[in-house]
């Protein structure tokens, strides 16, 4: 198994087909992020204010869209959703 | 990757990591009779219960059940079960008994006194403690080994931390050969239709969403509020989690990725093939991890988010948290921290080899703190009104 450098991450992608990361300290609306995607190197700009634990959008979803965690199915957007938004109970639904 | 780890051989092929005598009070009023026996011989382990005689029909039965499967647990090399009077204790001793498990029972109602129950429990347990701690540990491979996995007070880490980590630690010892048993109907809900995917056919995917089902109509029966609209809880809104959904997702994380063999019901013995099981329990983490323990793991991983002390008497219990406040308040209580998945970006799959080898450890002798301190309790359910 190979490790990479250790590095503080300020955003963990649990799984290469998510659309949301989840902020390992809390963020302010405006900050650059880099992060690790599927192998490759990417950023955000964060739109909101974003506390701790809490989810960021990695990617536009439209309105009706599933939001992916873990590889799966976590809700539905009930807002247009935009790259570096916070994704909460505000704009999301249960799919259920 | 290492492949055997060192135990104790039972007579009915069982291997323990410990070599426990446990003494198990099987009515409320020898609680504290079983008690002094335990404060008085080293090597002994406590099992009490709360409720005895008074139940009957399905909790009578599980009570049987729970009692006699941590008896016959591996880690146990000898048993006493002691009661009120002989058709109370007997028929349990006599069960575990059918295994090969030395045992005893003593009925405080024949011997007449508190100290004579003493005595002879005491009598008892020192030979069988004398026995088998002249018992040698040999190596055996990892397809004996069990372990549960349990969460308790989860926070915003658990997901992305402590869960990932144990689940890849579930792998490893599950494509060593080994068992790994998932309990807590209630924290799976959200998820059983992820879970019901890895069954190895439609029997056992059935099985599950049943058992997901009956748990859910049991709830409102209880008078609990539907546990599908009252989840997540404001707390967990508040640490981020927006569905039921991803918070059941990432307590499943925690038992790796493999078919699901089969569904246990409460205490439940695990078959012999290996692999992973699910086993229908309470949340409470007492109940669940004395469910675990009957069911015949020999070892359990416990991530806490925010911290719970407490562990099995028959199952040493490694407690792990990934975060990193926890870890601060916590130390004491923690036996392995996880945080710097969090804080310095280790990946899963280094933490997750750190957590299989304390697996490994632990399994050869090393103590966690729950058993160093005797923070352990047994819990058995108790399902509706009892009389």
Redesign the interface.
């Given at each position: 198994?190979k490790?990479?450098k250790?590095?503080?991450?300020i955003l963990?992608v649990?799984h290469k087909d998510d659309n949301v990361a989840?902020?390992?300290r809390a963020l302010n609306p405006g900050e650059t992020i880099s992060f690790q995607y599927a192998d490759a190197n990417m950023q955000l700009k964060t739109m909101d204010p974003i506390?701790?634990?809490?989810?960021v959008a990695l990617k536009d979803i439209q309105l009706g869209k599933s939001?992916i965690?873990?590889g799966?199915?976590?809700?539905k957007a009930t807002k247009e959703i935009t790259k570096g938004q916070h994704?909460?109970?505000h704009n999301?639904?249960?799919?259920? | 990757m290492k492949t055997e780890f060192l135990g104790y051989q039972r007579k009915d092929g069982g291997i323990g990591i410990r070599n426990y005598v446990a003494v198990i009070s099987a009515m409320d009023t020898v609680n504290p009779i079983a008690g002094k026996i335990v404060d008085l011989v080293k090597g002994t382990v406590l099992i009490t219960d709360l409720f005895g005689r008074k139940l009957a029909g399905f909790n009578h039965e599980i009570r049987f059940r729970s009692l006699v499967g941590l008896g016959q647990n591996p880690n146990v090399g000898a048993a006493i079960v002691i009661s009120l009077h002989r058709p109370s204790a007997m028929p349990i001793a006599e069960a575990i008994g059918k295994n090969g498990t030395d045992v005893e029972f003593i009925a405080f109602q024949e011997l007449g006194s508190t100290l004579k129950c003493i005595e002879h429990g005491m009598r008892f347990a020192v030979k069988m403690v004398k026995k088998l701690s002249d018992q040698k540990r040999q190596s055996f491979p990892l397809t004996n080994l069990k372990i549960g996995v349990e969460c308790g007070g989860s926070?915003?880490?658990s997901?992305?931390s402590g869960n990932?980590a144990v689940g890849n630690a579930s792998d490893r010892l599950l494509e060593s050969g080994g068992t790994v048993l998932l309990s807590e109907t209630p924290e799976i809900i959200?998820?059983e239709h992820?879970l019901a995917k890895r069954a190895v056919n439609s029997r056992v995917a059935k099985k599950l969403l049943n058992t997901v089902k009956k748990m859910e109509a049991l709830a409102i029966k209880a008078g609990f509020s539907d546990i599908?609209s009252s989840n997540p809880s404001a707390d967990n809104?508040k640490?981020?989690l927006?569905?039921?959904?991803?918070k059941s997702?990432?307590a499943i994380?925690k038992a790796g990725t493999k078919p699901l063999i089969d569904v246990l019901d409460y205490a439940e013995p695990l078959p012999t093939q290996p692999g992973f099981y699910f086993m229908h329990t309470a949340a409470p983490a007492c109940e669940s991890l004395t469910g675990l323990a009957a069911g015949g793991v020999q070892l359990v991983v416990f991530n806490t988010g925010l911290g719970n002390p407490i562990a099995n008497p028959v199952t040493p219990t490694i407690k792990v948290t990934g975060n990193p406040h926890t870890v601060k308040k916590s130390t004491d209580d923690l036996d392995l921290d996880l945080s710097?998945i969090?804080?310095?970006?280790?990946?899963i799959?280094?933490a997750g080899?750190t957590v299989f080898e304390e697996i490994l450890k632990v399994a050869n002798g090393k103590m966690t703190f729950s058993e160093i301190v005797e923070l352990t309790q047994s819990t058995i359910s108790v399902v509706g009104p009892s009389v």
């Open positions: 198994m490790e990479k250790s590095v503080s991450k963990m649990m989840v902020c390992l506390p701790l634990g809490h989810k939001i965690k873990y799966e199915i976590i809700g994704v909460h109970t999301v639904t249960d799919f259920s | 926070d915003f880490s997901g992305i990932p959200g998820a992820v599908r809104i640490g981020g927006t569905t039921l959904a991803e997702l990432g994380l710097a969090i804080t310095k970006g280790l990946s799959e280094k080899k």
